[in-house]
């Protein structure tokens, strides 16, 4: 059960990666801001469903802001190296070394913010009980199948 909720975790946080950090896939900057405000306001609802102590909600309230305001900085520079990969792709004869460099600094990029975004998590269940954190990754993964209803997400069965 917990191995299939860190997965759909996961997922999400692989897809909300993929629509910030590359725009032309799913989303404008304008409508990320959006998604984003959306998500601050169902987060801040559903701490006040969930009962947490004003403290502790203002903490957590803080912890989305701080990965919030990185995640920005980090979408901003993994733009940059797609847009980088694909213009030493679209060169007449492309450069291997530059394609490497390119291709490791999306990478980075992407590994960054997934990190962004298992570290935050990790920093917002640290500030709850264990039925808070549960009822929180559910009314997390209500939000996801809300905003995005049509995930498909490849895998592979034995």
Known sequence: MKGRLVFKLGALFTILSVLLVVPALGQTAQT?????????????QSLKALKIAPDKEK?????????????GEIAETSKKAWDNLQATLAAPTPD?????????????GQAKLFQSFRKQLEEELALMTPIQQGKYLVAMEKWREKCMPKVCIPVTSK
């Open 32 to 44: 990320n801001e959006e998604l984003g405000k959306q998500l601050k306001d169902y987060k801040s």
């Open 59 to 71: 903490a957590l309230l803080e912890v989305e802001d701080k990965y919030s305001l990185m995640r």
């Open 96 to 108: 291997e070394a530059k394609i490497k460099e390119a291709v490791a600094a999306y990478i980075d």
